[in-house]
């Protein structure tokens, strides 16, 4: 029996890897940016001047984030918005690729930074706990579950979305330690530096000391700062 041989042209069309392949060897500079250009892309501040106009610099403690946007746009608004920042966290470690964790940490973190400091918002941003979770869905889909069971669990018992992010940080810094070693431990540490840094800096200069530790236990500035309130009903212009 004959067997026809392959041609080298037959060859090349089987072996030829799939167009995204191309971005999985990019550079780790492009992919960094190509990570810190998606994670800056406000999609709460959008989608909540899409839907009614509001600016949500100006509503509550002045946060861009998924509660403001529930706030004042409800929750179809919050879960579009919510994807999509989830979304954007993940472009970084998709394109870095599992076989370079170490880039996968540093556009995770580009990220949370871009969605902290937008320079969309004139350095405003939300707190980069969506974005986070974009990331650990790609690289570690455990921590993913385990921060996502904290805030969960965090805004079942009423408003402690604060205390709930600490408590998640510890969860996710133990599961990756655990799963993924000194790799999981960096990834860890990029992600929630950014987010600790926020958390501190809030949304203007602290009055006292006492600020900062407000900050550090419950994401506000005192007890009786303001959160948003719910704005049913009125679509502004």
């Known amino acids: 029996m004959h067997v026809r041989p392959f ?5 090349a069309a089987w072996s030829r ?7 999985r ?16 892309v406000p999609f709460a501040q959008l989608v909540a001047q899409r839907c009614t106009g509001i ?7 002045g946060t861009v984030s998924g509660s ?3 706030h004042v746009a409800g929750t179809g608004p919050l879960v579009v918005a919510g994807v999509l920042d989830v979304a954007k966290g993940a472009v970084g470690p998709v394109l870095a690729g599992a076989d370079r964790p170490a880039l996968q940490a540093a556009a995770a973190a580009a990220a949370v930074c871009g969605h902290d400091w937008s320079p969309w918002l004139g350095g405003a941003g939300g707190r980069g706990v969506s974005v986070a979770l974009g990331a650990l869905t790609v690289v570690e889909p455990m921590a993913a579950a385990g921060l996502l069971g904290t805030l969960t669990l965090g805004r079942l018992a009423g408003d402690n979305a604060g205390v709930a992010t600490l408590v998640g940080w510890g969860v996710v810094a133990a599961v990756l330690r655990a799963r993924r070693g000194r790799h999981g431990t960096l990834l860890a540490v990029a992600l929630v530096a950014p987010m600790a840094v926020k958390r501190l800096a809030g949304n203007g200069p602290a009055q006292d000391g006492a600020t900062y530790l407000w900050r550090t236990l419950y994401d506000r500035d005192s007890r009786h700062e303001m959160r948003p309130r719910r ?7």
């Not at 041609?7 to 060859?11: E, I, L, M, N, V």
């Not at 060897?25 to 810190?36: D, F, I």
């Not at 600016?55 to 403690?61: I, K, N, P």
């Not at 704005?231 to 212009?237: L, M, T």
């Open 7 to 11: 041609s080298r042209q037959g060859t």
């Open 17 to 23: 890897p799939p167009r995204y392949a191309s971005w």
């Open 25 to 40: 060897g990019a550079r780790s500079p492009l992919v960094v940016a190509t990570s810190w250009l998606a994670g800056s």
């Open 55 to 61: 600016d949500l610099r100006t509503v509550g403690t």
């Open 68 to 70: 403001a946007l529930y």
């Open 231 to 237: 704005a049913v009903g009125v679509r502004a212009r």
